[in-house]
């Protein structure tokens, strides 16, 4: 069980950090993603939580795509 801790402006990053790792566990991580989850890591270090999460969606979404 993981938990992460976070302020309330990034609950849905934290949320979409959440998916993004389980799905990493069920299926290899590709280019894309991988690229997707640095560009959010970027974001982040910014304080574009919003850009943030939404790169973290978009990574998801590849994994979504694979199955």
């Known amino acids: 069980m993981i938990f992460l801790l976070g302020h309330a402006d990034k609950w849905d990053l934290c949320q979409v950090i959440s998916e993004y ?3 990493i566990r069920e299926h290899p991580e590709s280019k894309k993603a991988r690229q997707l ?9 910014n304080g574009d939580f ?4 939404r790169k973290m969606l ?3 979404s590849t994994f979504r795509k694979v199955k």
């Open 21 to 23: 790792r389980r799905m």
């Open 37 to 45: 989850r640095l560009e959010a890591m970027q974001a982040q270090a």
């Open 50 to 53: 919003l850009l943030a999460t």
């Open 58 to 60: 978009a990574a998801v």
